[in-house]
C-alpha cells in the first residue's frame, strides 16, 4: 500500500467551523484514491485535522484534492484555508483553498506552484483549468447596470454572492453595528431642530460629533483662501486640478480682473507662462437639473475656478465663474468682492467638488472599475495562475461592498438620490459623462500627474506620496510577473489576453479613445497594467475614501446639495444667503453618519502589502512579497517625519492606511 499524510485546516474566522461530513479524495496522473471521511472533524475555528490516505499503488504525478460536504443534519458553510499533503516520498505539497464551501458543490484544489496555461501539458491540469473557468463563469456572471457606464455583478443582494467572496463574519457584523450605532456615536440621535433648515452657523457648531482634530482645523479654516485652494491638492479630490497654460474661452478672466491677486510686476499671461495658474473647470456638470429635496428645489452649478500658486508657495483662487456660459447675468467673481459674494461662489464650487469626487473620482474610478477587475480576475483566470495569485488579496470584499453600494447610496430610495444636488437622474446622467471621459493614462499617475502640469506645484502631498507607493507597487509587480514571463509567454498566454479583453469590454466599454492596450505584447505593458490596478483599488481608494469624515463632517465645506440658486449679481449675498444654501438638517445628519461610516476602519482589514492567505510558494515571490513590505514599513517612516511639520498632516497615503482593496 502507498500511503498519502494529508492535514486540512479550518480557516480562524468566527464562523469557519463545520457542522458536515467532508470527504477528500487526492487525484493524480496514475489515478485518484477513494473518497474517505475526515474522520469526527469537529470543525472549530483554526483547528486543522490529519489523516492518511491510503492507496494500492502511487497516484503518480499529483494534481489534485477534491473536497466534498455531505450534510448530515442541515447544510453547513465550511471555510477551508489549505490541504497539505505529504507523498510517501516526503514531499510536502500546498493546496491552497480559502473558500467558503457547501454542500452543493464539490471543491477541486490544485497544488499551488503556479503556472501558465500553456505550460501545462499533463491532461488532468490542462482539464481542471477549463473545469476551474468553467465554475467562475458560472458562479459569476455580468450585468447591466446601465449601457453607458461599467458592466456588474449580477447579484441582487449580498447575500446571493457566492459565499468565497462575501463579507467575513467579523466584518460583516461590524459593518451593520457602525451603520446601527453611526448616529449614536456622534451624538446626532439628540439633536433635535424645528424647522429642519439651519438659521445660523452657531447652530451647526452645536452638533457634536466625535470630532477628529483634523475637523477641527477645518472647522476652523473653512472660509479661508489658503485652505480652499489647499483642498484641490490634498483633500478628497486631488483628481481636478490641472495647469492653465491658456484660458477656456468660456471663461473670459481678463489682466485687471485678477492684477491684485498677483505680484505687482507681473500679469496673468506672465504667470501661465511661468505655470503657476491652474484651473478646475466642472464642466461634466452643465445642464444637469436639480433634485427636489422634501419638495423644495435643489441647484447644480458647473463651476470653473482659476488659481493662482504664489510665491510664497500658497494656491489661491483668484476668479470664480459659476456657469459654464459667459453672460451678463453669469458674473465672474473675485476675492476682491464682498465677503460673502466670495464665500458663496466658493460654496458652489465646493458642491460642484463633492458631485465630481463621490461619483466619478471616488464610485466610478475606484468602485465601480474594482469590480470590473474583479470579475474578470474570477471569471478568466484559474486559481493556479499567477496573475490570479498575485491579485486575489486585492479584490477581497469588493463584490459586496459595491452591491450594498447601489442600494444604499445611488438607487432610487439611496442616500444620493435622496439627500444630494443630483438626485437620482442627475447623478446617472454624471456617471454616464464621466464613463466616456475615462482614460487609461487618468488611472496611471505619473501619466496623470503630467497631463495635469502638477509636477512641481509645491505642497502637492498626494502627488508626493502617490508616486512613491506607485512606484513600490510597480518594483513590486515586476519582480513578481518577470519571475513567471517572458515576451513570449505574454504573447502566448490565452487566459491573461481575454482577462483584459474583458476589461475592455466590460469596465471602458470598448471605447477607442480611452488609450486603453488591446492585448499584451511585452512583460512591460503588463506590469504597468497591472500596477494600475493595483493602485487604483488600494491607494487611490485610500486617496479618495479615507478622509471623507474629516473633510465632510463640518457641511459648509463640503455642501451636498446647494439649495439656492447660482447668483445672477454681484453685492446681493448677505451672511444669511450663506446658511440659506446649505443642505437641510436632516440631510446634514445624514451625510455625516454616512462619512462616518465610509471613513471607518474594519478590525478585518489587511494593510497593502500584508497577504493573510498562501497562494504563492516558490522562493522568488515570496522574497518579493517580503522586499514590498520593507519598502512600505520604509515609506511608512518617511510620511510620519514629514508629518510632524506640518500644520495640518497628511496620512491618508500612509501605507498603514491604504488597504489592499476596495472594502468599504
Known sequence: MVKYTVEVFTGDAFTAGNANAVFIKLIGTKGSSEPQILDRFTGIPGCSKTLTVSCKESLGTFFLVQLELKALVFEDYWFCSKVIVTEPEGRRLLFPCHQWLSPKKKAILREATANLSHKDTEEIAIRHRREDAARKREDFRWSVYDSEMPHIVQADSASSLPYEIRFSFTKEKEFLYTLLRASVDLELNNFHHPTNTWNSMEELEALKRNVTGTHEYIKKHWMTDTFFGYQFLNSLNPMMIKRCSKLPKNFPVTNDMVKSSLPKESSLEKEMEKGNIFLCDYARLDGIEGNVIDGKQQYV????????????????????????KPEAENPIFLPTDSKHDWLLAKLFVRNADFNEHGLNFHLLRTHLLAEVFTMATLRTLPSVHPLFKLLFPHIRYTLQI???????????????????????????????????????????????????????????????????????????????????????????????????????ERGFLKKDNSGIPKSFHTVAELVKFVTMLIFTVSVQHAAVNNGQFDFGAWMPNFPTTIKIPPPTRKGQATADSVVAALPDVRSTLKWIALFHLLSKKSSDHYPLGYYPE?????????????????????LEGEIEARNKNLELPYDYLNPKNVDNSVDI
Open 402 to 504: 459595491n452591491v450594498l453600494a447601489r442600494k444604499q447610496l445611488i438607487s432610487a430610495d439611496g442616500v444620493f438620490a435622496k439627500h444630494s444636488a443630483l438626485g437620482h437622474k442627475g447623478l446617472t446622467t454624471f456617471l454616464k459623462r464621466a464613463t466616456a471621459s475615462l482614460t487609461y493614462s487618468s488611472l496611471c499617475l505619473p501619466d496623470d500627474i503630467k497631463e495635469r502640469g502638477l509636477e512641481n506645484i509645491p505642497h502637492c502631498y498626494y502627488r508626493d506620496d502617490g508616486l512613491k507607493l506607485w512606484n513600490i507597487i510597480h518594483k513590486f509587480v515586476h519582480g513578481v510577473l518577470a519571475h513567471y514571463y517572458t515576451e513570449r509567454d505574454v504573447q502566448e498566454d490565452t487566459e491573461l489576453q481575454t482577462w483584459l479583453t474583458e476589461i475592455i
Open 614 to 634: 498562501e497562494h504563492f510558494i516558490e522562493a522568488v515571490p515570496l522574497q518579493k512579497m517580503e522586499q514590498f513590505r520593507k519598502d512600505l514599513k520604509a
Open 301 to 324: 452649478a458647473a463651476p470653473l475656478c482659476l488659481l493662482f500658486s504664489n510665491p510664497q508657495s500658497k494656491l489661491l483662487p483668484i476668479a470664480i465663474q459659476l456657469k459654464q
